[in-house]
């Protein structure tokens, strides 16, 4: 028997094989993430205008635009923080304290610490730590459904290897740690996996295209203004000035902006759901999956095992009938309890316990226990002796059904009666044990069980039962147009109960047998008529991902175990299960479900629909905004007797609008009421196509002329040009504010929106507004932002114009709802 190691040699070998853990991301520090803000060409041109205005000597304009960037770089890494803390609290669930032998004593110790050498006592319900080698056993059997998807607990002899992520179910064991980390099998998986690179999203690419030609755009434009200013005016500096203005106007820098706070955002608020984003770029894929393929066991069931039937020895009853028949019953809940050994980490024996709790019986005490005759392959029962006084014991077991059969000795004839009753039993996928008891006088309790004469009290049957939400969920799915497949390693007949209970078409099932013989095309062909898979390993989820591909799906994958990290890093989607999963599995997601459920999976791919649309309605309204900052800021240039109306600090203050409402305000907008009734977007669907640009164009150029027509109406009523300024400001403002109101929805009207309470839309909106108030009122702030009030009744035209664009925007979104919604 091994010693195990010194303090001194765990310490050695610690510094020589590192820490038992798998290779992660470093996280970014603030100098890095202040980088990447930097890089920003927004951020670039706050700078360069920042640093004129040092160079004129407006200390004050330069101090306020060069403060916007540290206010960026701090929102920046708050949110990257939260993200990087709520991964470090995974890894940290998933790393358990472990039983060692160190310097002769036994002691706990983090699972990261665990080295070569060290020797591992483990007991039921431990999770392996470590790739190891058995030393002892006694009645040891491990979980590996993490590595094979079988649910059906392995017996492990001295010398049969351990893998780290499988767990103890039964008994006790000594092993000797072999490889961890990188090292172990699992680690030489995960290194793998880190080490390849993640592509782009669409998205993100088409976001990429987006900005380099608005880049070209605002540079030509920047360039254009620069020589039209200074041939019409002379003036250099100021020229420099106001081409660094239209180039603020014109670059959408919003666009990376919103989609980092959209993502980040959209991350928590999955958390909420109990989904963990891993890669929060999948989250714009998850509005167009069209396919979730889901494992069984754990997602659709709830991963414990539940007494729903008895029979004694006449007739089957029903969970519903136990408590109508209690008396019945009373000898099989008594004898499955009494041989079931307690505390126990195998779902069958903590299904009997409960069962016991909720219909009680009167019961032999626990301590008056005086032998137990494990489970072993030549007898598959467990079988428990009490001492009831002196000279007088009760024996208890329950195992197999034939095991049962063979302890007591039953006549084929008996045989034959209660064979029946197990196929019906097994019918309906239940797991079933059989019970029996016996009574022993004898002076001294034999080695052989078989002594003992036994009687036959029943059957008691077993199953995983479904999640109660889990129909909802999948009727939800089909009215998405998402297609769910269940992936099972049970066989077909249970496959087809569990699929006929919660909503799925099991008149076809593919075994894993059939799914070798196929060839690739075939798969392809029967493929879209399928969906339940039985019987299927690990490894064969990558030809099921691979045929839905090559079919033109996109595919939601959820795994838990080692073999199933490829099919989950193939996926377009792939969840991770956080109770049940291993690291392998997490680090090869995007997604990681907290708790297992399919119900969360749903939740997420409507809040995925929602982040998408409102992320489309965000960059909608960028694009329409910037429109008439651009015609007002240009319009000057053109016009050498047009006074300016929009200096680097205007579109600044526009932008700390522009910036909180498109990242903030939209994202927290409430979902629209047909997203979980309309079909996937299709994958080669722009995010932002033509038909979107054109309208977000047309809403620009609609306020662009009706700020014009105020700035040319208030021109000739003869104001000073503080004045026109003030009043042309004040009409682009309340033009801002009708477009968000009116592109918040595209199904609710703007009165709706007001009246439902989108905080953030309502705070920035009312903030907006009052700082207006007090620009136009405070001297100091009018002298900063070069303006005069003119009096209230000259912001007349200013409303009318507001609510002009109002009725305009509202009465096309009613047209093209309508519309929308005959096309159904």
């Known amino acids: 028997m091994p010693e195990g190691l010194s303090s001194h040699e765990a310490e050695r070998l610690l510094l020589e094989f590192g820490y038992n853990e798998l290779p992660t991301s470093k996280p970014k520090n603030l100098l890095q993430i202040a980088k990447e803000v930097i890089k920003e060409p927004m951020f670039l041109l706050l700078i360069s205008c920042g640093a004129l205005y040092l160079i004129l000597g407006d200390y004050q304009e330069s101090i306020i635009l060069l403060s916007t960037i540290f206010l960026i770089i701090g929102i920046t890494f708050y949110q990257y923080n939260k993200t990087e803390k709520a991964l470090d609290a995974l890894k940290k669930l998933s790393a358990p304290r472990v039983l060692v032998k160190r310097d002769g004593k036994e002691m706990r110790i983090p699972g990261r610490e665990v080295v070569p050498g060290d020797v591992v006592l483990l007991q039921e ?46 008994g006790s064991a000594i092993a000797q740690v072999t490889h961890t980390g990188t090292q172990a099998q699992l680690g030489k998986i995960a290194a793998a996996l880190h080490s390849s690179e993640e592509d782009s999203t669409r998205l993100q690419q088409e976001m990429k295209v987006l900005i380099q030609r608005f880049a070209f755009i605002g540079i030509g434009i920047c360039l254009s203004v620069v020589a039209l200013f200074y041939l019409t005016r002379g003036d250099g500096l100021q020229a420099i000035l106001n081409g660094l203005a239209a180039a603020m106007a014109v670059l959408p820098e919003e666009f990376p902006v919103v989609l980092t706070v959209f993502l980040a955002l959209g991350a928590w608020r999955l958390s909420k759901k109990n989904v963990l984003t891993r890669k929060p770029s999948a989250i714009e894929t998850l509005g167009s999956a069209t396919v979730l393929c889901s494992d069984k066991t754990g997602t659709i069931t709830q991963n414990k095992m ?88 009760r024996v208890y077991s329950k195992g197999a059904p034939e095991t049962i059969f063979e302890l007591c000795a039953m006549p084929e004839s008996e045989k034959q009666v209660h064979l029946r009753a197990i196929e019906s039993l097994a019918a309906k996928s239940y797991r079933v044990l059989g019970l029996a008891k016996a009574e022993w006088d004898g002076k001294e309790i034999p080695e052989d069980r078989k002594t003992f004469a036994h009687r036959f009290v029943g059957l008691v049957a077993l199953e995983d039962p479904i999640r109660p939400e889990v129909p909802q969920a999948i009727q939800e799915c089909a009215q998405a147009g998402v297609r769910v497949i269940m992936i099972t390693g049970d066989y077909p007949a249970t496959a ?33 008529e399928v969906q339940v898979f039985a019987r299927i390993m690990p490894e064969q989820k990558m030809q099921i991902i691979k045929a839905l591909k090559a079919n033109g799906e996109i595919v939601a994958m959820t795994g838990d175990g080692v073999n199933d990290a490829p099919a989950l890093k193939a996926a377009h989607i792939g969840i991770a299960m956080g109770n049940k999963g291993t690291d392998v599995a997490r680090e090869a997601s995007s997604l990681v479900l907290l708790d297992d459920n399919f119900a969360s999976i749903v939740a997420a791919i409507r ?25 007002i800021t240009m319009l000057p240039a053109f016009i050498s007797s047009l006074p300016l109306l929009l200096m680097p600090l ?175």
């Open 607 to 631: 809040l995925g629909r929602k982040i998408y649309d409102n992320l489309q309605k965000a960059i909608s309204y960028i694009l329409a905004i910037h429109i008439p900052i651009i015609g």
């Open 125 to 170: 319900g431990d999770r392996i730590p470590a790739d190891a080698k058995v030393v002892h056993t006694t009645h040891f059997l491990v979980d590996e459904s993490a590595l094979t998807g079988e649910s059906v607990a392995i017996e492990k002899e001295p010398d049969s290897p351990l893998l780290n992520g499988t767990l103890t179910v039964r």
């Open 496 to 528: 087809q109960s569990i699929a006929a209970q919660i909503g799925l078409n099991a008149a076809q099932v593919i075994s894993g047998a059939e799914l070798n013989e196929m060839s690739e095309k075939e798969l392809q062909r029967r493929i879209p």
């Open 650 to 824: 205007h579109i600044v203050f526009m932008e700390l609008i522009i910036d909180p409402i498109c990242s903030v305000a939209f994202e927290s907008e409430k979902e629209e009421k047909d997203i979980m009734l309309r079909p996937p977007r299709k994958p080669e669907e722009k995010f932002f196509g033509a038909s979107k640009i054109m309208y977000s164009v047309f809403q620009g150029l609609m306020i662009l002329f009706a700020v014009w027509a105020v700035y040319f109406l208030t021109l000739s009523e003869g104001h000073t040009e503080e004045e026109v300024r003030a009043i042309a400001f004040s009409s682009l403002i309340l033009g801002n504010v009708i477009l968000i109101l009116s592109s918040l929805s595209k199904t609710r009207s703007a009165v709706a929106v007001v009246l439902e309470r989108n905080v953030a839309a309502a705070s920035i909106i009312s903030l907006a507004l009052v700082l207006l108030l007090l620009i136009l009122g405070t001297p100091l702030l009018q002298e900063v932002f070069s303006l005069a009030y003119p009096g209230l009744r000259h912001f007349i035209p200013t409303v009318v114009a507001a609510f002009g664009l109002l009725f305009l925007f509202e009465g096309i979104k009613w047209l093209r709802h309508r519309k929308a919604y005959f096309s159904l």
């Open 306 to 393: 539940e007494v729903v039937a008895l029979y004694a020895g006449n007739q089957i009853l029903a969970k519903a009938d136990f408590t109508h028949h209690r008396d019945t019953l009373a000898p099989l809940f008594q004898t499955a309890f009494l041989a079931t050994s307690q505390p126990s980490a195998d779902p069958m024996d903590k299904a009997i316990v409960a069962a016991h709790t909720q219909w009680p019986t009167v019961i032999i005490e626990p301590k008056s226990l005086v032998k137990e005759y494990p489970l072993s392959k030549p007898l598959m029962a467990i079988t428990r002796v009490f001492k009831e006084h002196e000279g007088k014991y």
